[in-house]
């Protein structure tokens, strides 16, 4: 059986040239797209992060509108975690707060 590693670099390869594609093809790109949504967590910044660790979790759509979020605390050093959705009022803030959010590279 192949190394996990392997299989890993090799899945990678297959998504680039998709992404590829669909960057160079309008038709392809919608429908890959069409698929997907997003998601991404947000980790707020502790002081003691061996002790309390949370974060923002949000799902989206293919159009990029938040289908679910939640609210998560840690506290890795007693194992206890815990996660709590939110409503769309208590999201809201959060989608205002990062309305000018941009995927870029980091040029420093």
């Known amino acids: 059986m192949s190394d996990i590693n ?20 309008e038709s392809e790109k919608e429908k890959f797209f069409n698929q997907l949504g997003a998601s991404f967590e947000i980790f707020f910044p502790n002081r003691k992060p061996d002790e309390l660790s949370d974060s923002l979790l949000i799902w989206t759509n293919p159009e990029g509108r938040v289908t679910h979020a939640e609210y998560s605390y840690e506290k890795p050093e007693e194992n206890e975690f815990t996660s709590i ?3 769309e009022k208590q999201i809201k803030p959060f989608i205002e707060a990062f309305s000018d959010f941009k995927l870029e590279l980091d040029d420093s």
């Open 6 to 25: 392997e299989l890993a670099e090799k899945k990678l390869k297959t998504r680039l040239t998709r992404i590829r594609k669909c960057n160079r093809d």
């Open 85 to 87: 959705p939110l409503t």
